[in-house]
T-cell receptor, first 115, second 114 residues
Framework: AQSVSQHNHHVILSEAASLELGCNYSYGGTVNLFWYVQYPGQHLQLLLKYFSGDPLVKGIKGFEAEFIKSKFSFNLRKPSVQWSDTAEYFCAVNWNNNAGNMLTFGGGTRLMVKP | NAGVTQTPKFQVLKTGQSMTLQCAQDMNHEYMSWYRQDPGMGLRLIHYSVGAGITDQGEVPNGYNVSRSTTEDFPLRLLSAAPSQTSVYFC?????????????FGPGTRLTVL
């Protein structure tokens, strides 16, 4: 079965620290990749997405992610986090051979940024 | 636009009770779906619909029913609630269900089954 792994379940950083959250997916052909964020008490919203082209994707709020095909990875990065980045982050993958839009989510990474 | 709305926000049920979680969107999206969110497991797809009158099962459909009589509404029914269905439920919609679509999520329903 196709799967998405986020190895860091909880991350605690101080403000201004750099962030990298890992995301790996199982092999399965062409993929479309997403990062969603869920701020405390809010619903999930899209942070960024990758379909094709430049493997370095820039999203909202200074986040970026790099697709490395050979490593089946789509890690999320931010050079300098802020307290307001405290949230849970979900990597999601949609394999192009799926019927319909069946996103598979990773288990999530809960980020806490200390002021 | 209100986007994707869900009711209720919170619900407590006893084992064996039935209920319907409501979901509506006003973006004229064809694709709608239901997920459940459990700690450490991310979101798992329960059921989805690619248009009015068409529904299909996702990863964890057992114990849940859906219907799609209109483009706007996609209710999720629990016929006989079980404690294993304690979770946070999210409804989502996207334009046409293509694999590159962005999904828009509702605010969630937190369900507890005693």
């Amino acid at each position: 079965a196709q799967s998405v792994s986020q190895h860091n379940h909880h991350v605690i950083l101080s403000e201004a620290a750099s962030l990298e959250l890992g995301c790996n997916y199982s092999y399965g052909g062409t993929v479309n990749l997403f990062w969603y964020v869920q701020y405390p008490g809010q619903h999930l919203q899209l942070l960024l997405k990758y379909f094709s082209g430049d493997p370095l994707v820039k999203g909202i709020k200074g986040f970026e992610a790099e697709f490395i095909k050979s490593k089946f990875s789509f890690n999320l990065r931010k050079p300098s986090v802020q307290w307001s980045d405290t949230a849970e982050y979900f990597c999601a993958v949609n394999w192009n051979n799926n019927a319909g839009n069946m996103l598979t989510f990773g288990g999530g990474t809960r980020l806490m940024v200390k002021p | 636009n209100a986007g994707v709305t869900q009711t209720p926000k919170f619900q407590v049920l006893k084992t064996g009770q039935s209920m319907t979680l409501q979901c509506a969107q006003d973006m004229n999206h064809e694709y709608m779906s239901w997920y459940r969110q459990d700690p450490g497991m991310g979101l798992r797809l329960i059921h989805y619909s690619v248009g009015a009158g068409i529904t299909d099962q996702g990863e964890v459909p057992n114990g849940y029913n859906v219907s799609r009589s209109t483009t706007e509404d996609f209710p999720l029914r629990l016929l006989s609630a079980a404690p294993s269905q304690t979770s946070v439920y999210f409804c989502a919609s996207s334009l046409d269900g293509s694999s590159t679509d962005t999904q828009y999520f509702g605010p969630g329903t937190r369900l507890t089954v005693l």
